[in-house]
């Protein structure tokens, strides 16, 4: 066999070894991951469950109304987010007592400015919103402020980690609606 035809054939078997390692890496890539069953909730899965559709029919409450629907909070106040703009800064207020969330939820529109003002009554809380990356601690007697912009349309579970979590009475809601 001359050298040509053997050095043809090593660059073939070299072109063949590539794409056979190639090809595997891709399989390997696009099958599905293990399976979580029995592991604890990941941060992903976490998420899905604190996010959920906005109910048909939901209003936006203003300073000077009464709200109809119970445990949704008014505004203490509601200002332009900035000069000449169409959004708004909301800002509102909480009591965390009794392992509870008073009022339990707010209804602002997409886009606007939200400002809560979290007061611990009774003993340390932690108030957590992961949809917006909040973990805030608030020490008893003292009162936490957060403040984010709303930027997805949805209804969005907060809760106290250290009462139990999702799965405690101390849950509530941020809800998002499209924008006016």
């Not at 066999?1 to 054939?9: D, P």
């Amino acid at each position: 066999m001359s050298k040509n035809i053997r050095y043809l054939i090593t660059v073939a078997a070299v072109i063949i070894l590539i794409f056979l390692i190639v090809g595997i890496s891709k399989i390997k890539k696009s099958s599905p991951p293990p399976s979580t069953q029995g592991t604890s909730p990941t941060e992903e899965v976490k998420e899905n469950l604190t996010h959920l559709a906005v109910p048909e029919n939901i209003s936006v409450p203003e300073t000077n109304q009464e709200t109809t629907l119970p445990d949704v909070a008014k505004p203490i106040s509601v200002s332009p987010a900035a000069p000449q703009s169409d959004r708004s800064l909301r800002k509102f207020e909480i009591k965390a007592e009794g392992n509870k969330f008073t009022p339990k939820e707010i209804i602002v529109y997409e886009k606007d400015i939200v400002r809560i003002n979290i007061t611990a009554v009774d003993k340390d809380y932690d108030w957590a919103l992961p949809d917006y990356g909040f973990n805030v601690k608030i020490v008893k007697s003292a009162t936490q402020t957060v403040e984010f912009q709303a930027t997805t349309v949805g209804k969005f579970i907060f809760y106290c980690e250290s009462c139990g979590g999702l799965k405690s009475s101390a849950i509530g809601y941020v809800t998002v609606v499209p924008a006016r």
